[in-house]
Nanobody, 115 residues
Framework: QVQLVESGGGLVQPGGSLRLACAAS??????LGWYRQAPGKQRELVAT???????NYADSVKGRFTISRDNAQNTVHLQMNSLKPEDTAVYYC???????????WGQGTQVTVSS
């Protein structure tokens, strides 16, 4: 059974930093990363490791966010620096099973950037 467990969200002031973590279990994953959904908006890619092992970032977070992966522990982190109010959203861990090709989502963690 695939499980994606997120942690690390919270409230931070503009310009601050947060680090999100996602512990993935139950499969081997070809793609592992983060999406976000702000109120009234569609879910969008933030950063991900692709099936070829490269990283892909949304233009809006390039230079501020860094995704990293610990393959031994099947964990992916998202270091978010220089946070802006427009980064406020629910952040979801996303994974694609290497075995079945199915998509899986975590429960989401709230990130709020506000003074």
């Amino acid at each position: 059974q695939v499980q994606l467990v997120e942690s690390g969200g919270g409230l931070v002031q503009p310009g601050g930093s947060l680090r999100l973590a996602c512990a993935a279990s139950g499969s081997r994953f070809s793609s592992l990363g983060w999406y976000r959904q702000a109120p009234g908006k569609q879910r969008e890619l933030v950063a991900t490791f692709t099936s070829s092992g490269t990283t892909n970032y949304a233009d809006s977070v390039k230079g501020r966010f860094t995704i990293s992966r610990d393959n031994a522990q099947n964990t992916v982190h998202l270091q978010m620096n220089s946070l802006k109010p427009e980064d406020t959203a629910v952040y979801y861990c996303h994974a694609v099973s290497m075995w079945s090709g199915r998509d899986f989502w975590g429960q989401g963690t709230q990130v709020t950037v506000s003074s």
